[in-house]
């Protein structure tokens, strides 16, 4: 489960991250902080409301465990740097998403 949770996350995350800020803002931004922005977009503690609505999935440890893959990708992006090659950059994001 916290596979296709986190897998979902990835792409929605990494989808939308620039558009959390105006075009001009995300242009003059560096790759760490589009990527470190990426983190107020987290919807973690909407999922933890989620649960107490009866969706047993979004524990508080899931949702802790979805938060460190996503930080540690994040992380890993920013060291790799955004220059790196693609290879390396679906390899962080398989191993984000079968961890």
């Known amino acids: ?24 803002k995300a242009e ?10 990426a983190k107020s977009s ?7 409301k989620s649960f107490r609505h009866g969706l047993k999935q979004y524990t508080k440890e899931n949702c802790e465990k ?8 994040i992380e890993g992006l920013i060291a790799i740097g955004e220059d790196a090659p693609n290879d390396e950059k679906t390899t ?6 079968l961890t």
């Open 28 to 37: 003059s931004m560096t790759y760490k902080e589009r990527l470190s922005e």
């Open 42 to 48: 987290y919807p973690f503690s909407r999922w933890r």
């Open 66 to 73: 979805s938060k460190q893959v996503l930080d540690d990708l």
């Open 1 to 24: 489960m916290i596979a296709i949770i986190t897998a979902f996350l990835c792409f929605s995350i990494a989808a939308s991250a620039p558009a959390t800020k105006p075009i001009g």
């Open 92 to 97: 962080l994001f398989k191993t984000a998403i």
